[in-house]
Structures are given as C-alpha cells and as structure tokens.
C-alpha cells in the first residue's frame, strides 16, 4: 500500500523551529519528486515546496523562501521541512503529497499540525 | 507567477442537479490542471488530471474540461457524498498554485 506518515508538528513559539518528517512507504521513494503543501485552519491549500527525486532541485513558495529547508533521506525513505523564523501564519497543517500514478498529488499524508503561538 | 481563480466561492443545489465550477489561469497552462475534493476535516482526494482524466474509482458524474486558462469541474447528478470544497492545481511548473476553493453544499 503507498502511504505517506507525516511527524513533527506541535506547537512553537514565533521565531522558533520545527522540523517536519514524511515517512513514505509502498512506492519508489527515490525515483519520485515530493512535495509539501499546507492549510491554515478554515483555509484553503497552499503548496509550499518541492524536491526533484535525488535533491538536488528544490523550489520553494514565495511565503516560505529563505525560511524553509526541504530534504529527503532516500535511504529512509523520508522527506523533511526544516522550518526555521516561524510565524504565527504558519500555523497549518502540513501534508505531504507526490505525484505517483500522474503528475498531480494522487497521494497525500494525513497531515502534522503546526501551531505557531506565544 | 500565475494566479488560479475558481468561481463560485461557494454553491448550493439541490441532489440531482448538474453543477459547474469554474477554474482560470491567469496565462495558458496547457492542460496541466488537476481537481482535488476534500470532505470536511479529511485529506483531499484527487479527482482528475491532465484537465480531463478522472483518476481510477472516481464515480463517472464527476468530468473536466478545459485547455489554456478556462478550466471545468462538472457533477452530473449531485450526492450527498459530493458535499465538499473542490480545488484546482496547477502543475505545469513552480509555484503549483491552488485556486481558492468552492464549497459545494447540499440544498
């Protein structure tokens, strides 16, 4: 079964750090672009950033650059967000997503909560 | 970067009713357009890519079309099941932009 598990959130305060994981499972992990979307509460989805499947091409949102870091550890198959400067309009859920059976997010995590708040 | 605006923000009608949601780029993206559904408090699903290909076990009453910048989810005979807010993507290079959403509700 392809799955994606998503881990890491909680609560920080503004100007904090948090680092997110993707463990992924069922599929070809290290032939496949990843990608990290969001959602405030009540709020519609925002795509944050994406990794090409060795790494090394990383894109970002403009809300996020300079802020964010996207990795992946193909070996475990796991892919990070290392958010750095939180701010309260961070705070999401963060879902994993990749494009498996099309080039659009067939699948998705479950989502990590982020609570970005003093 | 390209904007994707959906239009309604939001719809009801009534079961059995044809409804339409509107998706516009604001410059052509081929057909690099995907919709996702998510039901409240749920991960959203994937519906349809490629504009027009509904992903496998998508009940046939959903369809898309369009090509360019003018894009469209169609419900052929709404369900209750159907309640939900729709999402266009687009896909054809970064940022992969979401439109806004259309809240789709039950009369």
């Known amino acids: 079964e392809v799955q994606l598990v998503e881990s890491g959130g909680g609560l920080v305060q503004p100007g904090g750090s948090l680092r997110l994981s993707c463990a992924a499972s069922?599929?070809?992990?290290?032939?496949?672009?990843m990608h990290w979307v969001r959602q405030e509460p009540g709020r519609g989805l925002e795509w944050v950033s994406r990794i090409d499947s060795g790494g090394g091409s990383r894109t970002y949102a403009d809300s996020v650059k300079g802020r964010f870091t996207i990795s992946r550890d193909n070996a475990k198959n796991t892919l990070f967000l290392q958010m750095n400067s939180l701010r309260a309009e961070d705070t999401a859920v963060y879902y994993c997503a990749v494009p498996y059976f099309s080039n659009a997010f067939d699948i998705w995590g479950q989502g990590t909560m982020v609570t970005v708040s003093s | 970067d390209i904007q994707m605006t959906q239009s309604p923000s939001s719809l009801s009608a009534s079961v059995g009713d044809r409804v339409t949601i509107t998706c516009r780029a604001s410059q052509g993206i081929s057909n690099y357009l995907a919709w996702y559904q998510q039901k409240p408090g749920k991960v959203p699903t994937f519906l349809i890519h490629d504009a027009s290909t509904l992903q496998s076990g998508v009940p046939s009453r959903f369809s898309g079309s369009g090509f360019g910048t003018d894009f469209t989810l169609t419900i052929s005979n709404l369900q209750p099941e159907d309640v939900a807010t729709y999402y266009c993507?687009?896909?054809?290079?970064?940022?992969?932009?979401f439109g806004g959403g259309t809240k789709v509700e039950i009369k």
């Open positions: 069922g599929f070809s992990f290290s032939s496949s672009w």
């Open positions: 993507q687009k896909y054809d290079s970064a940022p992969l932009t």
